[in-house]
Each structure stands twice: as structure tokens, then as C-alpha cells.
């Protein structure tokens, strides 16, 4: 956990239990999230939003705004695959 504060307002960046086991640069996610404070200040209670770690990982989090603003890390996915292909479903007979 990471606790600062940003124009006044006391902020907290937390991995949840799904995430914290996760081996990470935490110092290095908790630069980047403080880098885009603004951006995090001006989204709405409950937006989803992205980050990149210092081994090319995404990071999902979201921001819960209250008393004190709490930024939780959900996820770390290791291996982005995307899959462009549009298939047709069947109909049925």
C-alpha cells in the first residue's frame, strides 16, 4: 500500500488480494499511477484504467473517489492476446 497526497487530497494505491502475490516493481507502479494523478482526480467513482509496468505488463485498476481516493490494482496480465478474427456464429438448424 501507498499512501500520498495530490492537491490536498489524501490518496491511496492498494493491490488486492488477487494481484499482491504477483512479483512486481511496486516502487515503479506506484511512480507511474502518481504521474497520471491528474487524470485519476478528473475520472469518474469506479473507472477502469490501464498502466504499463517496467517489464511491459498491463496493470488494471480502478479508482473509488470518497473521503480519500483508493486506487486498487486488480489484475497483471502477463500475456496480452488479442484476437482480431471476426467470426460468424452458426445458426442453429
Sequence with gaps: MYRFKYDEKEMIIRFTSFSKNKH???DYLYRKIVSIS???MD???GTSFIVEDDIGRLVVCTVQHG???VISIHHIIDQA???TERREA???S
Excluded: G, M, R
Aim: net charge positive; glycine share 0%.
Design 24 to 26: 512486481v516493481n511496486k
Design 67 to 69: 473521503e480519500i481516493s
Design 38 to 40: 491528474d487524470n485519476i
Design 43 to 45: 475520472a469518474n467513482h
Design 81 to 83: 492476446q488479442i484476437y
Design 90 to 92: 452458426k445458426k442453429p
